[in-house]
């Protein structure tokens, strides 16, 4: 479909943004419904930041993604917030009112983690005890997600203080609550009766393909499922090592999709085409396998 006077606009701010999946995404996406949107990347310095989110309502941009480094930042510009922001803390999408040029600051990352576990039948209930690899934004956003579906979580990070800071906020949202952080010279003692391991630091993701967040003298515990909020590779090493140990391993390339689905559906009002999406993402990867990108 043509560029022309009725097509409308939403694109991703962040810096960088030349590798970001999500125009490719969203623009077949839009390809496939004969929707006559286009989704634009556009990089954005930290002193610009402003302007730039300031400038949409003008521009007539129906909604963004915020990436990183700006997803925290971008907060105190929104006219309002949903309850998930106030939860994780992050701003990933902008839902921009056609009249007004109000700004609604929504999160999605945490909505796309729980349908992508549950998309992978990966059961999370009160009987749940995950352990949570990291402690920034992701980490957040799945520690809150699990604990508010009745989960017990354990924080375990390289800086313990970022994961004692993840557990006093979550205590103070929610006070029926079963989280705790543990130091990672304890990680075996905090893993062993672990149903659900999930990565949330960067580590493994290309190019640095041959490592894995989690310890090769620590053994996974028996029975396990392993979620990997990286995606690139497709199977990164703690998928590998987890499978070759006889566990469940998922990537989060669903992970992606699903955050753009919502995304997608809150500013057209239409049901997103996710297996079209996750096709083009897995494409993406597949094709482009030399290619840095980032995480939206
Ligand atoms: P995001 O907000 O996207 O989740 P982030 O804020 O950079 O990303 O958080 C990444 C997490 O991965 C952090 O908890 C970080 O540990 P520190 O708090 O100690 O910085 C963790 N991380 C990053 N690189 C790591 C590495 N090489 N080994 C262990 N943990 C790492």
């Given at each position: 479909?043509?560029?022309?006077?009725?097509?409308?606009?939403?694109?991703?701010?962040?810096?960088?943004?030349?590798?970001?999946?999500?125009?490719?995404?969203?623009?077949?996406?839009?390809?496939?419904?004969?929707?006559?949107?286009?989704?634009?990347?556009?990089?954005?310095?930290?002193?610009?930041?402003?302007?730039?989110?300031?400038?949409?309502?003008?521009?007539?941009?129906?909604g963004i993604n915020v990436t990183v480094p700006h997803k925290v930042d971008v907060i105190p510009m929104m006219d309002t917030?949903?309850?998930?922001?106030?939860?994780?803390?992050?701003?990933?999408?902008?839902?921009?009112?056609?009249?007004?040029?109000?700004?609604?600051?929504?999160?999605?990352?945490?909505?796309?983690?729980?349908?992508?576990?549950?998309?992978?039948?990966?059961?999370?209930?009160?009987?749940?005890?995950?352990?949570?690899?990291?402690?920034?934004?992701?980490?957040?956003?799945?520690?809150?997600?699990?604990?508010?579906?009745?989960?017990?979580?354990?924080?375990?990070?390289?800086?313990?203080?970022?994961?004692?800071?993840?557990?006093?906020?979550?205590?103070?949202?929610?006070?029926?609550?079963?989280?705790?952080?543990?130091?990672?010279?304890?990680?075996?003692?905090?893993?062993?009766?672990?149903?659900?391991?999930?990565?949330?630091?960067?580590?493994?993701?290309?190019?640095?393909?041959?490592?894995?967040?989690?310890?090769?003298?620590?053994?996974?515990?028996?029975?396990?499922?392993?979620?990997?909020?990286?995606?690139?590779?497709?199977?990164?090493?703690?998928?590998?090592?987890?499978?070759?140990?006889?566990?469940?391993?998922?990537?989060?390339?669903?992970?992606?999709?699903?955050?753009?689905?919502?995304?997608?559906?809150?500013?057209?009002?239409?049901?997103?085409?996710?297996?079209?999406?996750?096709?083009?993402?897995?494409?993406?990867?597949?094709?482009?396998?030399?290619?840095?990108?980032?995480?939206?």
């Amino acid at each position: 479909m043509a560029i022309d006077g009725q097509t409308q606009l939403v694109g991703v701010i962040g810096w960088p943004t030349a590798h970001s999946l999500s125009p490719a995404m969203h623009n077949a996406a839009f390809s496939y419904m004969g929707l006559n949107w286009r989704y634009v990347p556009m990089p954005v310095r930290r002193e610009h930041l402003p302007d730039a989110i300031h400038g949409l309502g003008a521009l007539g941009f129906r909604g963004i993604n915020v990436t990183v480094p700006h997803k925290v930042d971008v907060i105190p510009m929104m006219d309002t917030i949903t309850e998930a922001v106030t939860i994780v803390g992050a701003v990933n999408t902008i839902r921009i009112d056609r009249n007004t040029g109000k700004l609604e600051g929504m999160n999605t990352d945490m909505g796309g983690f729980l349908t992508d576990l549950a998309a992978n039948r990966i059961h999370v209930g009160k009987d749940t005890r995950v352990l949570i690899l990291g402690a920034g934004g992701a980490a957040r956003a799945a520690a809150a997600g699990l604990v508010r579906s009745g989960a017990s979580v354990i924080v375990v990070n390289r800086t313990p203080e970022k994961a004692e800071s993840i557990v006093r906020f979550i205590q103070s949202s929610w006070a029926q609550t079963s989280i705790e952080f543990a130091y990672m010279q304890n990680l075996f003692e905090a893993s062993q009766s672990a149903t659900l391991i999930v990565n949330t630091t960067p580590v493994g993701q290309w190019p640095d393909v041959d490592s894995s967040p989690w310890p090769e003298n620590v053994p996974f515990p028996k029975g396990a499922t392993v979620y990997d909020v990286v995606y690139r590779p497709l199977k990164t090493k703690l998928v590998r090592d987890a499978e070759a140990a006889g566990l469940r391993a998922v990537g989060g390339i669903g992970m992606l999709v699903y955050q753009g689905a919502s995304a997608f559906e809150v500013w057209t009002g239409k049901k997103p085409p996710i297996d079209v999406m996750k096709m083009i993402c897995m494409q993406q990867l597949g094709e482009g396998a030399e290619v840095p990108f980032s995480d939206t």
